[in-house]
């Protein structure tokens, strides 16, 4: 490829530094070391502002939920953000090829902030849904675009140390917005994590308009001059991300749907839905695309499906797990929404110690199969003692057994990005990467969704043996499934009943979190270890 520079033809490659090199006392600054400096901070805050609200949601998303009257739809305050996370994601990777990095985060930050503050004022549930959509679409680019630069500039056997901080920076933000968010939900209302993050989300957005320089220029393969924009728009595979888009859509609302209500019309309408936009993207990808969108034979490559199928099983485990932290400490130890919400921090605490440990390891011995099997084993381990514990008991010890799980997992986000990044061209890695966070995304809503159903399904049946013949039991019931909360308030030989049914239900749910992750367990059996070149 060659490209026009000063009226000089120039000779540009997959090696060709994306940063200009320095003169003079900076000519040794290296792209790596630039990126280091000054766009790698950027990056971070970034990552951080995304986890802070994900985790403020995690934390309260049952007290958001009941100031509305819709406890049994608290998970979509969750699902919807994933599902827009899941649908715009894999776009991310193939418009920053065509456009550049730079335009994509600064529509990011703008788009993240919208949604915020969409939230913070929203006056009725769908309201909230709406501006946790928009939000997700500007989370899920500032995510996968942080992981495509650092593939970008940093060399192949430093990637697991840069994706280290980059987990550890997402750690951070989820241990403070938990309590921080649990505490603000309980003294000045829910509203504000959210308003906060706009004004917020406008600094980040002017750091990367000053700041950050253009990553990537973007040259036609067939024309040496810069493109118009117009000929960057005709680059784009419309139909194919359209297709795209309506198989994530249709696909995991089905999925959703068929766990929380059965089988029925709706579902059989969305899985017809999903097989039909499935198949249409597959014939516009393989047949008339020109640049797909996402490439076919990049996604069935073995060494990416093992990749993408792992991470997948692990996460929906994994948020099965967060999903139940707070329920069970609120209810069954009676626990305000802040202390509740705190039980999260084992767990990110655990992801940090997995991710570092994990990079640190990868980077001195350069292999990296041994340690994805000890992380899917971590998990089952942690959840056998949570199994054992979660008996009605809330001692220190219970609330620390959750960073097993935690630790497995930050174990497995290093392990399979470095087995993407080992296994594919330079080329590939944005498309692939930007999927691999989909794929990440997947697994999140299964296990929302799995999760969500067991609980609420287990739970009313639990509550409808046990408070047999009791005085009012359908209004308890309704009660106690509609508002988290209510629970606070019953008298001690209720509230003894009540807990039981929820203790049988988050068991229910934990088992089927074990069966994710060992699933996950069997994948990496089959895991074919590549030279990091180190």
Known sequence: ???????????????????????????????????????????????????????????????????????????????????????????????????????????????????????????????????????????????????????????????????????????????????????????????????????????????????????????????????PTGSKISRVDFAGAAMLIGTVLTGLLSLDFSTKHGLGLVVYCLVGAFVLSLSLFCVIEKHYAKEPILPLELVFKREVLTSYSIVCFQAAGQFGLLYTIPIYFQVIGRESIASSSSRIVPVVVGNAFGTIASQRLITKTQRYKGLTAFGNLVGPIGFSLIFLRWRGSTRWFDALVVALPGTGMGVIQSTTFIHLAASLDRSEIAIAGASWFLAQNIGVLMGASISTATINYALRHGLETLLHGIEGRDEIIKSVTSNVDYTQNLPDHLWVLVSKAYIRAIACSNILSVGCITLALAVTLTMREKSLGG
């Open 1 to 227: 490829m060659v490209a026009h520079k000063n009226n000089t033809i120039v000779e540009v490659d997959e090696q060709t530094p994306l940063l200009s090199p320095h003169r003079d006392d900076d000519k040794d600054q290296t792209p790596a070391s630039s990126i280091t400096l000054v766009v790698f901070p950027i990056l971070l805050a970034g990552i951080f502002l995304s986890n802070v609200v994900s985790s403020v949601v995690i934390a309260t998303n049952q007290r958001i939920a009941s100031e509305f009257g819709a406890l049994s739809s608290a998970a979509w305050l969750l699902t919807i953000y994933t599902l827009a996370q899941s649908a715009s994601q894999p776009l991310y990777g193939k418009l920053s090829d065509i456009y550049g990095r730079k335009v994509c985060l600064v529509f990011c930050w703008i788009v993240f902030g919208i949604g915020c503050l969409l939230v913070a004022v929203g006056q009725s549930y769908w309201h909230l849904l709406l501006g946790r959509a928009i939000s997700g679409i500007g989370s899920a680019g500032k995510i996968a675009l942080t992981s495509i630069i650092v593939a970008d500039v940093i060399p192949l056997p430093k990637v697991a140390q840069y994706r280290g901080y980059v987990n550890l920076t997402a750690t951070i933000a989820r241990s403070l917005g938990g309590p921080i968010g649990g505490w603000l939900a309980g003294s000045i209302g829910w509203r504000w994590p959210f308003l906060i993050q706009f004004p917020v989300a406008l600094a980040g957005l002017a750091l990367v308009l000053w700041k950050l320089p253009e990553l990537k220029e973007t040259i036609h393969e067939d024309d040496a001059e810069p493109q």
